[in-house]
């Protein structure tokens, strides 16, 4: 059994509100159970659709994939009604619940493997006026910084069949590390009400991040670097550091023999550390940071 909660009341929009899609990621979780136990008929025109845990086998694993069939939901889509387990959600959230909303909220954090600074994002798209739709929706978020993002393999994603059914579509990256914070917390919370609000579903005036909001972009794929090592990771830069080309990021150290010297990673291109490796542990192949474009 997975949870849903539906709150309607009188003609409106419908919001689909989605956690969970990846079971280690826990501000849109925490958000979304919260969301599910305080938001009443009384304070909706139209209606809301919580899942706030998409991959409930994952969620209920505390592990980014499924326990039952390895799934990751964010590359099951459009899934199959006589596949496998995260299959038969993806079918299911596509085929019945997709269709029924006019925006659709996805909050991703970077679970146990990755931390990003919190932003909203949206995704350059073909129809530009479905792109500012997006767009609006995801500036009324109201996160520290808002991202256009770039998808470096968007075959499977929630994110590509939501859009391609032409649906308002945000996402985020709120954190990660496996947990959440306080501060995570409170802009996971001010942004679902603010999205509600923006929507016209929920009443009330939208509530702006504190410093404001920083306009991100990734331009391209020098955003991301990558390890290229197995090893130890030692951070030489943290979340939401400025750096220049060629500057000091990262070392990776042998864990099989002492006395070497590490290998070094530079920055890619200037812009802002949006996102950096978490575990202490680092494979080759893994995304060992993010660099992205302020504007």
Known sequence: MIPI????????????????????????????????????????????????????????NASRTSPIDAGNMNRSYPGKPDGTVTQKIADYVLRYLVP?????????????????????AAHVLPDKEQEARCVAAMNAFGAPYSMMMLELDAVGMFDTV???????????????GGSTTA???????????????????????????????A???MPGDD????????????????LGDMV??????????DVERTGTQP???????????????FPGLIKMGDCLAVIAKVL
């Open 5 to 60: 909660t539906v709150i309607r009341n009188g003609a409106g929009p419908t919001a689909l509100l989605t956690g969970g899609n990846h079971g280690d990621e826990y501000e849109g979780l925490v958000s979304l159970f919260k969301l599910a136990g305080s938001l009443t008929p009384a304070d909706v025109t139209g209606r809301v659709i919580i899942l706030p845990a998409m991959n409930y086998p994952a969620f209920r």
């Open 100 to 120: 029924e909303a006019d925006i659709v909220l996805d909050i991703h954090s970077g679970g146990k493997t990755l931390d990003f600074i919190p932003f909203a």
């Open 162 to 176: 939501v859009e391609e059914a032409g649906k308002t579509f945000v996402t985020t990256e709120l954190g990660g």
């Open 183 to 213: 501060e995570r917390m409170a802009i996971a919370d001010r942004g679902v009400r603010n999205v509600l609000i923006h929507a016209g579903i929920v009443g009330g005036e939208l509530e702006t991040a504190p410093n404001g909001t």
């Open 215 to 217: 306009m991100l972009d």
């Open 223 to 238: 955003c991301f670097v990558a390890s290229e090592d197995v090893g130890l990771f030692e951070p030489c830069v943290d």
């Open 244 to 253: 220049k080309k060629g500057d000091l990021i990262a070392r990776i150290y």
């Open 263 to 277: 290998r070094n990673y530079h920055a890619s291109r200037d812009g802002i550390i949006s996102c950096r490796h």
